[in-house]
């Protein structure tokens, strides 16, 4: 007889924590042979309420590599993680963090993407970072490529427009599973793939200049090597280190239709299954049917060598993890404006919105977990949430009481999905320590728990601050969701 049966907690070995990038934290930009980076060649966005990375050009970038400053990039600043890991660390610690998600910059373990050797220093600072984790017993989760390529790629060979970027990336990726076997659980490959299709911040691959469709062109050629690049990595990984595991990862916005209308219905399935594409291909290993029209209609040709299908087909991914920040909405008048990438796009009247347009969603948490989950039936892994915020420090405090709401709505229905029968494996929100924004380049739009001393120019004693939120995750931890 069928017996019902559902679970009503988080599973005993949930992994909560909390998710950065090298670009956003580390600093140290120059220090210990560090070449580098694309995110850091990119200026602070002019309208800062605006999700925009800024106008990119070979001009502004050789302008920008012989700048040897920091005053107008403040991700070559981050929040000083390179110098105070053991503190942070510690503060994620006390919080009873049981993951930490990181990535490990290439420009520091090849300066200029395809060096003959790799750095020793670079390596040596994860060896550093990675240590202090396991005192903690916190597990890293890293990923290998979040927005920082280096910068020579860019200049050389265009970055992933280039085939060659492949054999460059995977000798970074074979560097680095080697070097810390057994010390690493989970990887990543590329960070919210899918906002390749804006350009360079993801590609490394300039295309100011060329028409709409030629840039289409060059974007999704990019993406394809990256494709085989992250199934080659997936490949390297299970043979090297057999018991690690790759996840892809997809800023994830689910699309509502505007209204019931067939048409609207139609639109809002249509960008949605331009965004999934992408974790299509990386999970189930093959170019789904649906891309070829859009292709065609695009006059778009993806160049293939003969082995590339089967290399994809033969290397998926073992989970899939994915950024979670809002959802939105469209029409058939609208046409599929959304193209797939993170544009805040149509407005919810149901949805209050953050400071930047973020529209708030957490029940679009559950039905995003549970159609993942009916779509791949592979483990999930939500490796960034969070709201991004203008605190203030008053007598030394930060009553974030937004960011609790916030982040408690979402957790209540990670834990709704989970009884609805959906696999998560974890939750690391984002930006734990306040840390530089990807798309306004300042210090102002704050994540974290703890409050860091910067402001936008980098001045401040770069001090640790609790947020009034840091007790309150520490409450969530240590009760494994119980206690929200
Ligand atoms: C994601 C990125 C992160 C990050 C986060 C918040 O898109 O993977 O790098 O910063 O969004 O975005 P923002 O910093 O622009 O508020």
Not at 241 to 265: H, I, N, S
Request: overall charge negative.
């Amino acid at each position: 007889m069928y017996k019902p049966n559902y679970p009503h907690d988080f599973p005993q070995d949930f992994l909560w924590g909390g998710a950065t990038a090298a670009n956003q934290i580390e600093g140290a930009w120059n220090q210990d042979g560090k070449g580098l980076t694309t995110a850091e060649v990119v200026r602070r966005a002019s309208d800062r309420k605006k999700m925009s990375m800024g106008d990119v050009t070979r001009a502004s970038i050789e302008a920008a590599v012989a700048d040897t400053t920091d005053t107008h990039y403040p991700k070559r600043r981050g929040n000083d993680f390179y110098h105070r890991y053991e503190e942070d660390i510690a503060l994620m610690a006390e919080m009873g963090f049981k993951v930490f998600r990181f990535s490990i910059a290439w420009g520091r373990i090849f300066p200029n993407g395809d060096d003959p050797t790799p750095n020793a220093a670079g390596l040596a600072f994860y060896d550093r970072v990675i240590s202090t984790l396991e005192k903690y017993h916190i597990k890293p989760l890293v990923t290998l490529s979040h927005y920082e390529m280096p910068i020579q790629l860019t200049l050389k060979q265009n970055g992933w427009a280039s085939r060659a970027t492949i054999a460059a990336f995977t000798r970074f990726t074979e560097t680095v599973f080697t070097h810390f076997k057994g010390r690493v659980p989970y990887y990543l490959t590329f960070n919210e793939i899918n906002t390749g299709t804006w350009g360079f911040h993801e590609t490394g691959a300039l295309d100011d200049g060329l028409s709409a469709d030629a840039q289409l062109q060059l974007r999704y050629q990019a993406l394809h090597h990256q494709f085989v690049a992250s199934a080659l990595a997936t490949k390297q990984l299970h043979t090297i280190d057999p018991a690690a595991q790759m996840g892809c990862m997809l800023a994830r916005m689910q699309t509502y239709p505007a209204t019931p209308k067939p048409e609207d219905v139609l639109a809002a399935q249509q960008a949605d299954q331009r965004n999934l594409f992408f974790t299509d291909v990386q999970a189930r290993g093959e170019y789904p049917e649906y891309m070829n029209r859009y292709f065609a209609e695009h006059h778009i040709q993806i160049a293939m060598q003969p082995d590339d299908q089967a290399v994809l087909k033969a290397n998926p991914v073992d989970f899939i993890s994915f950024s979670y920040y809002m959802t939105t909405v469209t029409a058939a008048d609208q046409g599929a404006a959304i193209n797939g990438n993170m544009a805040t796009g149509g407005r919810n009247p149901y949805l209050k919105e953050s400071a930047w347009g973020w529209q708030i969603d957490p029940i679009g948490l559950r039905i995003t977990l549970n159609a993942m989950w009916d779509r791949y039936r592979k483990p999930l892994f939500i490796v960034e949430n969070g709201l991004g915020a203008e605190d203030k420090l008053e007598d030394g405090q930060v009553h974030d009481s937004y960011r609790i709401d916030y982040l408690r709505a979402h957790i209540q229905q990670m834990k709704e999905a989970i009884s609805d029968g959906v696999c998560l494996l974890g939750y690391t929100m984002w930006g734990p320590i306040d840390l530089i924004s990807f798309s306004t380049s300042e210090m102002s739009k704050r994540y974290g728990f703890v409050y860091v001393d910067q402001d936008d120019e980098g001045h401040g004693s770069l001090r640790r601050i609790k947020k009034d939120s840091f007790a309150w995750y520490r409450k969530v931890i240590a009760s494994n969701g119980a206690d929200l």
